[in-house]
């Protein structure tokens, strides 16, 4: 290449450079002119209490207010629960300031000037990209190629990072015997050798399930942190990205990495978004889950990376994901109970004070439906409030405050139970397990929870291992079960609640099931499925005889019921205490009253 050509280049190149850092400039100061002040939550209550803002202006449904300070400037500041409670409050007492609702609208102004924003912001990558596209050829060979910029800005700037865990075991409580099953993951990560001269199989992939705010994250930092290992963690909704493939590259990516700093541990919260099933439709995820199936089943035995993925619907994934040498260890993460909630209040109180009147075990009795981090903001929410109040230590007032605003949250996602609600589960849940023990007390029954979870209220857990064929008489005492919870209430408590639509739904649909498929009440014919037409007298007499078979099973409970109203009491109203009965527990209890 001759010298003048070579210097024509590096001209070029810095005319290109310094067209885009004029651009920029025009283009940062722009915007920043239509910029207002952020405020964060508290300190805009400070700023209202001190009479600095005159005027919040909040959008319908939006989650940004406006406010106007007296000196006629504006601000933004996001409206989280806190702030929300704060200016109910303000309104409620008649407050100086003037609060209002504003449909949200945007003028053509605000339009016309985001667009030109956004057309000088976007312009030099603009014309970065119509440069490089020209000059490609020539600037290949120099240094960092602009093919691979213009790559990054399609697909964005995909950067892994691990980070340092000092999450501890001794910071996750109540969930011990979950805990219990993933400390051998430690061991293996501090000393692979060890597992690879035994010819161990070593776990790729642990899958936890259960509902947002259970510690799952925790769980996963705190291995990471005993192992001392890095630790990446992504959210499952990055790899699903609008362009084809972009997933499966970064999925790539993030693989590539974690060897390189192997050992350490992936960490994917929100594992539906990519693990959904392949038949859901989802065409691109679709490349994004075979891309990370074909990395789990690529880790040589030296490559010593752990994938813990977590999720609040394991029931959506994908089978391909929980064959063996995948995801092949499956934990279940529970909403805490009673118990549990109170060790996991002790975990968050260690760093604050507070007054003799705080016991955690009564903040953990009042806290039903509460997760570990809804505990977590109550302590956090409490502390805010008493050094607002000037106060050195936090009170019984604080936590009952704190537990009133954490409550309205969680009140719009009906999570939690009022105590009416509690005694109805509790009286419910025994009415089953009454009904259970007496008809067929040779089935286990591995537990009674009354902690909501998901949309139900309560639990028993009883063993329904799958046998080969389902017996009649064992259908038929398991509609009997199915109805034991209802007759409760409507016999202990005289009345009867919607909660037993699932109970009544299952018992009518194996009801009909044995009409029309196993022959079971009496005729012969087979009603659906096989050579037989299912017509409307069919269907029409199946009904029929379902319903017979219910009302029959329905009686025969009641008459349970009846004979066992103080049994059904009592075991409620030690549910109600304790919110959790171990199998143990409920068997030591039919022992002694049955
Ligand atoms: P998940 O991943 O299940 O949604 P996280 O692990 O992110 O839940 O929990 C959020 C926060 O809640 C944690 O950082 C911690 O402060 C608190 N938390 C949740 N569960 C527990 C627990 N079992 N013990 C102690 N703290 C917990
Ligand atoms: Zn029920």
């Given amino acids: 290449m001759s010298e003048a050509k070579k210097r024509g280049r590096i001209r070029r ?7 885009v850092a004029i651009i920029s400039i025009i283009a940062i100061k722009t915007h920043s002119q239509n910029e207002v002040i952020h405020l964060r939550y508290d ?77 000088f912001s976007l312009f030099p990558f603009l014309l970065l990209i119509y440069f490089a596209k020209r000059m490609n050829k020539s600037f290949s060979n120099v240094e960092g190629s602009f093919g691979k910029t213009i790559e990054e800005m399609m697909g964005g700037n995909y950067k892994v990072k691990p980070v340092e ?28 050798e060890k597992y690879r001269l035994m010819g161990a199989r070593i776990p790729k992939g642990v899958l936890m399930n259960g509902e947002p705010g259970t510690g799952k994250t925790l769980m996963a930092k705190a291995i990471a942190g005993e192992a001392d290992v890095p630790f990446f963690q992504e959210n499952g909704s990055n790899f699903d990205e609008k362009f084809v493939g972009v997933g499966a590259d970064r999925v ?15 960490f994917i919260d929100e594992f539906d978004s990519i693990a959904q099933s392949r038949y859901s439709g989802h065409s691109y995820s679709e490349q994004t889950l075979n891309e990370l199936l074909a990395e789990m089943d690529g880790f040589e035995s030296g490559d010593n990376v752990v994938v813990i993925a977590a999720t609040n619907h394991i029931e959506v994934l994908d089978s391909a994901i929980t064959r063996r040498g995948r995801f092949d260890r499956h934990i279940y993460v529970p909403m805490p109970d009673v118990t549990a909630r109170k060790e996991i209040l002790e975990v968050h109180a260690r760093n604050k004070k507070f007054a003799e009147d705080v ?72 009415g089953h397990a009454i009904v259970s023990a007496v008809v ?95 017509n409307k007298v069919l269907s029409a007499n199946a009904s029929i005889q379902a319903e017979e078979i219910c009302k029959t099973a329905y009686e025969a409970a ?37």
């Fill in 13 to 19: 190149i810095g005319i290109l450079i310094l067209i």
């Fill in 43 to 119: 300190e805009a209550i400070e700023y209202i209490k001190d009479g600095k803002i005159s005027r919040v202006e909040v959008p319908e449904g939006g989650n940004t207010a406006t406010i106007t300070m007296t000196d006629g400037s504006k601000g933004k500041v996001l409206i989280s629960e806190t702030f929300a409670e704060f200016l109910q409050k303000e309104i409620d007492n008649d407050s100086k300031i003037e609060v209002e609702i504003v449909a949200e609208e945007t003028s053509l102004f605000d339009t016309i000037s985001l667009i030109i924003s956004l057309i």
């Fill in 165 to 192: 865990s000092n999450v501890r075991f001794t910071d996750v409580a109540g969930i011990d015997e979950e805990m219990e099953q993933l400390k051998e993951i430690v061991d293996f990560l501090r000393n692979p």
């Fill in 252 to 266: 790539r990516q993030l693989f590539k990495t974690a060897r390189e700093n192997a050992p350490c541990i992936i």
């Fill in 359 to 430: 016991i955690m075990a009564d903040i953990a009795r009042k806290t039903v439906g509460f997760s570990g981090a809804d505990l977590e903001s109550v302590l956090n929410e409490a502390t805010i409030h008493a050094v607002r109040q000037g106060k050195k230590y936090v009170s019984l007032s604080d936590i009952d405050e704190a537990i009133a605003i954490v409550l309205v949250g969680l009140e719009k996602k009906s999570k939690v139970v009022n105590p009416r609600d509690k005694e109805l589960t509790a009286v419910h849940e025994a």
């Fill in 440 to 534: 067929r007390p040779e089935t286990k029954n591995f537990g009674i929870s009354i902690v909501p979870r998901g949309g139900a209220g309560g639990y028993n857990f009883f063993d329904v291992s799958d046998t080969t064929y389902r017996r009649k008489k064992d259908m038929l005492k398991e509609i009997q079960v199915c109805y034991g919870g209802r007759i409760a209430e409507e016999i202990i408590l005289q009345d009867i609640s919607s909660g037993a639509i699932g109970d009544l739904e299952s018992a009518s649909k194996m009801a009909l099931q044995m009409v029309t498929r196993f022959a079971m009440d009496g005729t012969l014919m087979v009603k659906v499925g096989g050579e037989v037409e299912y």
């Fill in 558 to 594: 009641k008459a349970i019921v009846d004979a066992h109203k103080a049994q059904i009491l009592k075991l409620a109203t030690l549910l109600s205490e304790k919110e959790y009965l171990t199998q143990e527990e409920v068997a030591q209890f039919m022992k002694e009253n049955l």
